[in-house]
C-alpha cells in the first residue's frame, strides 16, 4: 500500500514556475514508476510525466516538454514536477500517482493539488 501526497500548488503568473512535490509513504519506493497527471475544469484527466523508478527514463506530454522537468529522490520517498514558462492552460489539479514496475494502470493516487496560472 502506498499513500500520496502532493504539495506545492498554488497561484502563479504566467511565465512564472512552480515546483510541485509528492511524499509517498511505504515500502520500496523504488519499485513504483511515478508518474504525474492534471485535469482541468471540464476536461479529463491527462498524463504529464513519468519517472521510472531508478529515474533513468522520464517521458512527457508534448505540451510540456521543454518547459517541465519530473525528477525523484528515492531516499526521500518524494517526485517532483519542476514547472517552468508556466502558461495559463497549465491551470489544473495536479496529482500524483504510482504504478508498480512501468506497467501503465496506476494503483495508487493523491488528492492533487491546484495549480492556477493567471494571464
Known amino acids: 500500500q502506498v499513500q500520496l501526497v502532493e504539495s506545492g500548488g498554488g497561484l502563479v503568473q504566467a511565465g512564472g514556475s512552480r515546483r510541485l512535490s509528492c511524499a509517498a509513504s511505504g515500502r520500496a519506493f523504488i519499485l513504483y514508476t511515478m508518474g504525474w497527471f492534471r485535469q482541468a475544469p471540464g476536461k479529463e484527466r491527462e498524463y504529464v510525466a513519468r519517472i521510472t523508478g531508478g529515474g533513468a527514463t522520464t517521458t512527457y506530454l508534448d505540451s510540456v516538454k521543454g518547459r517541465f522537468t519530473v525528477s525523484r529522490d528515492n531516499a526521500k520517498n518524494t517526485v517532483y514536477l519542476q514547472m517552468n514558462s508556466l502558461k495559463p492552460e497549465d491551470t489544473a489539479v495536479y496529482y500524483c500517482?504510482?504504478?508498480?514496475?512501468?506497467?501503465?494502470?496506476?494503483?495508487?493516487w493523491g488528492q492533487g493539488t491546484q495549480v492556477t496560472v493567471s494571464s
Open positions: 500517482a504510482a504504478t508498480v514496475g512501468t506497467s501503465s494502470s496506476y494503483d495508487y
